[in-house]
């Protein structure tokens, strides 16, 4: 599943504060260590699987990844590696691939690995999370895709900001009493091997004016985009970077 990102603008002057740059915060002793931690691990969830998927395109094992990535971000933690980030200098997604690749190096040397998360409540291992990622690499694997390291996490790195957007955009659907519009209308966010229905068709089967659904479109268009914006928004320190991470996210996605 494809979903192509919106670069609206007209966002407010000040850039409040995101969990990225409270991560980056507690690296200079101006933000609680708990609030970093909370931050970190709300981040962590969303990057798990691209993480993993760097991890298995490796060549580890299906489990050796999964304790890999736990370790990693227990890691992570215990040392406090975000508090060494410059300030002035990468992104969320680059300050975890470099913290990754680096980890992975001297894997080998220490005598122990944390087992899946057993020593660490930091971020339990999700079964569910962790199958579903399992499952697209393999299919990722099968259909010779994305065959560089760099490449396969470029490409789950947009996957898991397209599917947390979707996610947001739903729950705020469903807490409208709009449920039902959003999972009629969201085949117009994803791009897939199916053509879209017209808007006569679907009108005809939703029992809507035409011109109805069509504003109902144009506004879940329009919401989707704030939604990716405001996923991006948690990883960056400024409005600009947020332009320019959904730039690189439509690179990605359309293989540009």
Known sequence: MKTLPGTTQGQSDRFAPTQWSLILAAGQSQVAPEIARAALAQLCQTYWAPLYRFVRSRGHARHDAQDLTQSFFAHLIEHKIYARVDRQ??????????????????????????????????LPLNEEQAAAAESLFQTRDASNEATS???????????????????????????????????????????NADPLPTYEELAVRMGLPESTLRSHVTRLRARYREALRAEVRRTVSS??????????????LTGR
């Open 149 to 191: 390291e760099d490449c396969i996490f470029e490409q789950s790195w947009a996957e898991a900001l397209v599917a947390a957007g979707l996610t947001r955009l739903s729950a705020d659907y469903k807490a409208e009493g709009k449920g039902e519009l959003f999972e009629e209308l969201e085949i117009f966010l994803t791009a």
């Open 239 to 252: 409005e600009a970077e947020v332009d320019e991470e959904l730039r690189e996210l439509l690179r990605v």
């Open 89 to 122: 200098k990468g992104k969320f997604r680059s300050f975890l691939l470099a913290s990754l690749q680096n980890f992975l190096v001297n894997a080998y040397k220490r005598e122990q690995t944390l087992k899946r998360g057993g020593a660490c409540d930091f």
